[in-house]
C-alpha cells in the first residue's frame, strides 16, 4: 500500500522539517493547555490514551497497545483501535465497549460524532455509537488492476459536519492525497479533482477552506468552496503574492475566531539545501484580505541526527505541538505513526513550552478549548 506518493510525501515530510533554534526560550513555567490527548506507552510498554495536564493521566487500560484514536465532539469519550476491534471509552470511569471487529484493518482512524462513528475497514463504515444497527458500509477502497497491494482510492474519514448530515473523507491515491465529501443521506460522495488540494476546512460562512497542496503540480493557493460543488471553488489567497525563496506549502489551517482564519505551513529559505522554516499568516474571510504580513518562526532543536516533526496547530491558533527526537514509524499504518518527545512552541512569542508527559508519545489531539 506505500504507493509512490505517500513514500514521496514522507520523504518531503522528513527532509524539511528539522528545524533551527533562532531566537527560541524555555518557558518552563507556561500555563499547560486542557483538552489535550495522546498516546504513550503505561508502566508495561503498552500504548494507552492518556489526557494532558499538571500530571499525565492516563484514560485507558487497554489490554493491547491502541494504534489509533478519535475523540467525540465535547472530548469526554474516545474510540481508539487495538487488538483488532474498535473500542469506545467514556472518560467517566466506565469500562471500554467494544464496538466492531475489524475485517482487514490494523489502524481504523475512527471518527466520533455526538451518535455516530466512522471508521476504515477496506473502505469506510458508519454506525450508531448505541448498537442499534450494523455497520453501513459508505464507500469502498478500489484496488489498482495488476498491482498489489496498491489503491486507486483509499479512503479514510476525517471529519464530521454539516450537523452529522456529511463527512470529509481523506482520499489517498497512487498520485498522492485529495479530499471528498460523502452526504450520509444520500450516499453521494463528492470527491476534489486530484493533484489540487488536500484538505477540508469547513467555514462559519457556510462555505469549505480548500487547502494542502496535492503535489507539484498542485494549486498554490487557498481556495473557497460550496458544500455542493467542491470543485467550483474561487481562490481566497494566491500563495505566490508572498515574497519566498521556495513555495510555501499550507499544512493546517484553523478558523480561530468566526471570519478569521490562521494558516500554517513550510518553505524553503535555501532551496538546494532543503533548509526550512514555518511561516504563519492570518486571513479575514468577511474583507478578503490577508491581515498584515506573513510570519516565519523556528520551532525545537534536535540533537545531531535526530530530527523535530510538527503536530497539530490548536483550535486558537495560538500553538503548535512538536515532536522532537521524532521517528517514523510504519509496523502498523502504512502512512507512517510519528513518535517523539512532546513539546509546543507559542506561535507568537516564540517561547517552547515543555509538557510532562511520558516519552516518547504519538498522535496529539486537541480537544475543544474553554
Same mark, same amino acid.
Not at 25 to 38: H, I, K, M, R, W
Given at each position: 500500500?506505500? &504507493?509512490?506518493?505517500?513514500?514521496?510525501?514522507?520523504?518531503?515530510?522528513?527532509?524539511?522539517?528539522?528545524?533551527?533554534?533562532?531566537?527560541?526560550?524555555?518557558?518552563?513555567?507556561?500555563?499547560?493547555?486542557?483538552?489535550?490527548?495522546?498516546?504513550?506507552?503505561?508502566?508495561?510498554?503498552?500504548?494507552?490514551?492518556?489526557?494532558?495536564?499538571?500530571?499525565?493521566?492516563?484514560?485507558?487500560?487497554?489490554?493491547?497497545?491502541?494504534? $489509533? =484514536?478519535?475523540?467525540?465532539?465535547?472530548?469526554? /469519550?474516545?474510540?481508539?483501535?487495538?487488538?483488532?476491534?474498535?473500542?469506545?471509552?467514556?472518560? $467517566?470511569?466506565?469500562?471500554?465497549?467494544?464496538?466492531?471487529?475489524?475485517? @482487514?484493518?490494523?489502524?481504523?482512524?475512527?471518527?466520533?460524532?455526538?451518535?455516530?462513528?466512522?471508521?476504515?475497514?477496506?473502505?469506510?463504515?458508519?454506525?450508531?455509537?448505541?448498537?442499534?444497527?450494523?455497520?453501513?458500509?459508505?464507500?469502498?477502497?478500489?484496488?489498482?488492476?495488476?498491482? $498489489?497491494?496498491?489503491?486507486?482510492?483509499?479512503?479514510?474519514?476525517?471529519?464530521?459536519?454539516?450537523? #452529522?448530515?456529511?463527512?470529509?473523507?481523506?482520499?489517498?491515491?497512487?498520485?498522492?492525497?485529495?479530499?471528498?465529501?460523502? $452526504?450520509?443521506? /444520500?450516499?453521494?460522495?463528492? #470527491?476534489?479533482? &486530484?493533484?489540487?488540494?488536500?484538505?477540508?476546512?469547513?467555514?462559519?460562512?457556510? &462555505?469549505?477552506?480548500?487547502?494542502?497542496?496535492?503535489?507539484?503540480?498542485?494549486?498554490?493557493?487557498?481556495?473557497?468552496?460550496?458544500?455542493?460543488?467542491?470543485?467550483?471553488?474561487?481562490?481566497?489567497?494566491?500563495?505566490?503574492?508572498? #515574497?519566498?525563496?521556495?513555495?510555501? =506549502?499550507?499544512?493546517?489551517?484553523?478558523?480561530?475566531?468566526?471570519?478569521?482564519?490562521?494558516?500554517?505551513?513550510?518553505?524553503?529559505?535555501?532551496?538546494?539545501?532543503?533548509?526550512?522554516?514555518?511561516?504563519?499568516?492570518?486571513?479575514?474571510?468577511?474583507?478578503?484580505?490577508?491581515?498584515?504580513?506573513?510570519?516565519? =518562526?523556528?520551532?525545537?532543536?534536535? %540533537?545531531?541526527?535526530?530530527?523535530?516533526?510538527?503536530?497539530?496547530? @490548536?483550535?486558537?491558533? /495560538?500553538?503548535?505541538?512538536?515532536?522532537?527526537? %521524532?521517528?517514523?514509524?510504519?509496523?502498523?499504518?502504512? &502512512?507512517?505513526?510519528?513518535?517523539?518527545?512532546?513539546?509546543?512552541?507559542?506561535?507568537? @512569542?516564540?517561547?517552547?513550552?515543555?509538557?510532562?508527559?511520558?516519552?516518547?508519545?504519538?498522535?496529539?489531539?486537541?480537544?475543544?478549548?474553554?
Amino acid at each position: 500500500m506505500l &504507493r509512490k506518493a505517500v513514500l514521496f510525501l514522507v520523504c518531503l515530510l522528513i527532509s524539511v522539517c528539522p528545524l533551527s533554534t533562532n531566537g527560541l526560550s524555555l518557558a518552563q513555567d507556561a500555563p499547560l493547555p486542557v483538552g489535550a490527548f495522546y498516546l504513550a506507552a503505561d508502566e508495561n510498554g503498552i500504548i494507552q490514551l492518556w489526557r494532558l495536564g499538571p500530571e499525565p493521566q492516563m484514560l485507558t487500560n487497554a489490554a493491547e497497545s491502541l494504534v $489509533d =484514536f478519535g475523540l467525540n465532539p465535547d472530548a469526554t /469519550s474516545a474510540a481508539y483501535t487495538s487488538s483488532g476491534q474498535v473500542w469506545l471509552q467514556p472518560f $467517566d470511569g466506565s469500562e471500554p465497549v467494544a464496538l466492531v471487529t475489524l475485517q @482487514s484493518a490494523a489502524a481504523a482512524h475512527p471518527v466520533l460524532s455526538s451518535t455516530h462513528l466512522a471508521y476504515a475497514d477496506n473502505g469506510v463504515w458508519i454506525m450508531p455509537l448505541d448498537g442499534s444497527e450494523e455497520p453501513r458500509l459508505l464507500v469502498q477502497n478500489v484496488m489498482m488492476e495488476g498491482i $498489489d497491494n496498491a489503491y486507486d482510492h483509499y479512503y479514510e474519514p476525517y471529519r464530521f459536519v454539516d450537523e #452529522e448530515n456529511s463527512l470529509i473523507l481523506t482520499i489517498l491515491l497512487w498520485e498522492g492525497y485529495t479530499v471528498g465529501i460523502i $452526504d450520509l443521506n /444520500s450516499g453521494t460522495v463528492q #470527491e476534489l479533482a &486530484r493533484g489540487i488540494h488536500t484538505r477540508a476546512l469547513p467555514l462559519s460562512d457556510g &462555505r469549505l477552506l480548500l487547502y494542502g497542496n496535492g503535489g507539484m503540480e498542485g494549486a498554490f493557493d487557498l481556495q473557497a468552496a460550496d458544500w455542493a460543488d467542491l470543485n467550483g471553488g474561487t481562490v481566497l489567497v494566491d500563495l505566490n503574492m508572498f #515574497e519566498a525563496v521556495g513555495p510555501l =506549502f499550507v499544512e493546517q489551517a484553523v478558523e480561530t475566531s468566526p471570519g478569521t482564519i490562521r494558516v500554517f505551513g513550510t518553505t524553503f529559505t535555501d532551496p538546494a539545501t532543503y533548509a526550512t522554516v514555518l511561516f504563519v499568516f492570518d486571513y479575514d474571510l468577511s474583507a478578503d484580505v490577508v491581515v498584515g504580513d506573513i510570519r516565519t =518562526f523556528a520551532a525545537l532543536p534536535s %540533537a545531531e541526527g535526530t530530527q523535530t516533526l510538527f503536530g497539530p496547530l @490548536s483550535p486558537d491558533g /495560538s500553538m503548535l505541538v512538536e515532536y522532537v527526537n %521524532a521517528t517514523l514509524q510504519t509496523e502498523l499504518d502504512p &502512512r507512517g505513526i510519528v513518535t517523539g518527545e512532546l513539546a509546543l512552541v507559542d506561535i507568537e @512569542s516564540g517561547d517552547v513550552i515543555s509538557l510532562p508527559t511520558p516519552d516518547p508519545i504519538s498522535s496529539f489531539q486537541w480537544g475543544p478549548l474553554p
